[in-house]
């Protein structure tokens, strides 16, 4: 094993040496370019400005740089693009990421059922889990390991559609950028204590401010640390998690800011169960929400994670500046189960059969993002042009090692005996070492002529993968190159509406050979969005209406000369609408709305069973509203409630249709909040409150039970 230490020292090595990698800064655009800033009735004066990668105040943003990577409107950008600031992860009492989407449009969190490992999400009925985690713009991770606490995150930014030309491999549904907590220059002091369901109890501190009388260095502290079990017997969700930052401006035009983390947590598998007990009858009834399938005394889940970067910022001038973000991240993932489902023996309604196995995966991911930015004028039109490259590195050894699934390592999920099975690791299932890297070229322009704003990007990326196998000695390459473009067009109205069209690609690799030895090609996203924006003038709201036409190409599908392989001629096609609209309707109330039809089919494939039909999990239909109420003002000042309300609609069990579909469900969330004076507040949060029972299956042997009831008591006190 490769010891934490060495990460630790290589990751403080890049931290604090930033020039290594380039002399320039990166800058951020002026608030003047375009800016439709619209306040809320009564208060705008009290409004600072807001930065789109900043502090929000309140649970409206206005700007973003994750749809264009510059410091843009969002009713400028030609994608639909959502941001949940801190206030918002605040009120909603969200404990994961997944969590904090729960009312956003077009995105489906919590698509595996209840899970502390992994934050599971589709957007526009794609997976976004695997390809589509981004943090402070740069990507995460190519696979699912990362998870990041929304206690350490300023806001949550979900852009929809495919996102390639700034960002490189993507699936076509969009992606999440999770922005983390900068220092500030006010200072910020809080302690929170909370404690809840399923003997949940947490502590977390925030700290902030400058460190010296000139406001040159400024530094932040946030840390959590979580003690808890879950609905799932013998299950854990553990965490300690610590992330101090620093900025130093060191010049008026230059600016920096470094960032570190680290994250420790113990957790349980996800419990795969039979969909015939869960969402299906099954003769012996209903297998218990709170069922553990693994063995008590040998599952056991560890991951260790560190991040370490900065943020470089220069502005030569008033037209051109420079930015450049770059970051180490350190993955450590073990796992001991016992628990894979593979669903009931044959002729059995009782026994199921299990895969002991472990998974052992260490990874090193090296990112580095370098912008130049300029604006200029050519006659009437004004541009605000991005050149751009950026580089991602992969690097990641995995051991895995099975057991046998014997009649001696069933259980019984209506009356199991634990400890009773007999089973061991017999055969190294895998054992490698893999390099990823990707390269990408890019440039986007955004033009202005008088209302009008035409978006323009082209991107060019270079990506290779090499994987050594132990177990056979031998070594297989791959390496693909892939252009993507995107366009699109805003008219904007002096009443804050902003009607507009684009048109967007995406690309992601498709690893291996056909029977004939040729690689893959890469599978394509193409949408096709039509939509309007609308900031009332006047209000601080934001209302967002798409359309969208997604088709991903070169989808694998069955090769029909020899089933053992695969061809690229698989499509799946997406279509449907998307309705939000987030607002602080008066001072006293805050109100957050979404509707989403999303109709997903696999278009094309030379699989019969498959072809029409549905990918599970995806509903056709959700739709959410959550709004707060609070008192400023009378007896009851300080004191607040809310509620919400979330509908997602039936989903199929398995991919061919035919095995029946999970039932929709409707469930409601409350909240009670008391800011006593400036020092404290008391927030008591409840999820799931009427603890409705429902089931997500991936296919009949794979099914989990979804979050149940979920209260949570909050007490902070801030100075």
């Known amino acids: 094993m490769r010891p934490i230490h060495r990460r630790i020292a290589l990751a403080a090595s890049l931290t604090f040496a930033p020039l290594a990698f380039s002399h320039g800064a990166w800058a951020q655009t002026s608030s003047q370019q375009g800016d439709v800033a619209l306040a809320p009735t009564q208060v705008s004066a009290e409004r600072a400005p807001e930065n789109g990668a900043g502090p929000v105040d309140g649970i409206v943003a206005k700007r973003s740089t994750t749809g264009t990577k510059t410091d843009t409107p969002l009713i400028e950008n030609p994608q639909s693009v959502s941001v949940i600031p801190k206030e918002m992860i605040q009120d909603l009492g969200a404990q994961s990421v997944s969590q904090a989407m729960r009312y956003s449009a077009g995105v489906l969190p919590d698509n595996a059922g209840f899970e502390t490992r992994f934050d599971w999400i589709n957007i526009r009925g794609f997976s976004a889990s695997t390809l589509g985690l981004f943090m402070d713009g740069t990507r995460l ?13 300023e806001r949550i930014e979900i852009l929809r559609g495919p996102s390639s030309v700034l960002y490189g491999q993507n699936t076509p549904g969009g992606l999440i950028n999770m922005v983390t907590k900068k220092p500030l220059e006010t200072p910020l002091h809080e302690i929170q204590l909370s404690a809840g369901s399923f003997k949940n109890k947490q502590a977390a501190f925030d700290f902030s401010g400058p460190l ?30 610590i992330a101090p930052s620093l900025t130093w401006k060191a010049t008026d035009k230059t600016t920096i800011t470094f960032e570190a983390s680290y994250q420790r947590d113990k957790l349980g598998f996800g419990q795969f169960l039979p969909a015939s007990g869960t969402v299906l009858p099954n003769p012996n009834g209903q297998i218990p929400v709170g069922r553990f399938v693994g063995d008590p005394n040998y599952d056991n889940i560890k991951r260790e994670q560190v991040f370490a970067g900065y943020q470089l910022e220069h502005r030569f001038n008033d037209q051109v500046s420079f930015k450049q973000a770059a970051r180490y991240s350190y993955f450590d993932y073990k796992v001991d189960t016992d628990a894979y489902g593979l669903g009931f023996a044959p002729g059995s309604t009782r026994l199921i059969n299990r895969l002991p196995f472990a998974d052992y995966r260490q990874t090193d991911v090296l990112t580095i993002d370098n912008q130049l930015q300029t604006k200029f004028t050519t006659g009437p039109l004004s541009h605000v042009a991005l050149f751009g490259f950026d580089y991602y590195y992969d690097n990641e050894h995995r051991s895995m090692r099975q057991g046998v699934a014997s009649a001696s390592n069933q259980l019984d999920v209506f009356s199991p005996n634990y400890g009773a099975a007999v089973f061991g690791l017999t055969r190294q299932a895998a054992d490698s070492d893999s390099r990823f890297t990707q390269g990408g070229l890019y440039f986007q322009d955004q033009i202005k002529y008088e209302k009008w704003l035409l978006t323009l990007g082209v991107r060019q990326d270079w990506v290779a993968q090499n ?7 031998r070594s297989s390459n791959q390496a693909d190159q892939q252009a993507t473009y995107r366009a699109g067009l805003t008219y904007l109205f002096d009443m804050g509406l902003a009607p507009y069209f684009s048109y967007s690609e995406s690309f992601q690799p498709n690893v291996g050979v056909d029977r004939n030895g040729n690689q893959f090609n890469p599978s394509k996203g193409k949408q096709y969005e039509v939509g309007v924006k609308y900031q009332p003038k006047g209000y601080n709201s934001f209302v967002t209406l798409s359309l969208f036409d997604i088709r991903m190409t070169n989808v694998l599908t069955p090769d029909p000369a020899n089933t053992a392989f695969s061809i690229t001629t698989g499509e799946q096609h997406s279509k449907g609408f998307e309705l939000e609209a987030v607002g602080e309707v008066t001072d006293n109330l805050k109100v957050i709305g979404s509707y989403t039809n999303t109709n997903i089919t696999n278009s094309k494939t030379t699989d019969p069973t498959l ?25 009851l000042k300080g004191f607040g409630f809310n509620g919400g309300i979330r509908y997602v609609g039936p989903t199929f069990i398995d991919a061919t249709n035919t095995a029946g579909q999970a039932p929709s469900r409707t469930l409601v969330d409350l909240g009670l909040h008391y800011q006593l004076d400036k020092h404290w507040r008391f927030q008591l949060d409840g999820s799931n409150i009427f603890d409705k029972t429902y089931v997500v299956c991936v296919t009949t042997s794979q099914c989990a039970y979804g979050a149940r009831r979920t209260i949570l008591g909050t007490a902070k006190y801030s100075w």
């Open 611 to 635: 072809l029409g039909k549905v990918p599970p999990q995806q509903p056709r239909t959700a739709a959410a509203l959550w709004a707060d109420y609070t008192f400023h003002a009378g007896v």
């Open 141 to 153: 991770q190519s696979a699912t390991e990362f998870q990041l606490d929304p206690y350490g995150l």
């Open 467 to 473: 994987v050594y196998n132990r177990l056979t000695n």
């Open 212 to 241: 010296d009388a000139d406001g040159k260095v400024l530094y932040r502290l946030v840390g959590l640390f979580r003690d808890s079990n879950t609905q799932v017997d013998y299950t854990p969700n553990d965490r300690i998690y």
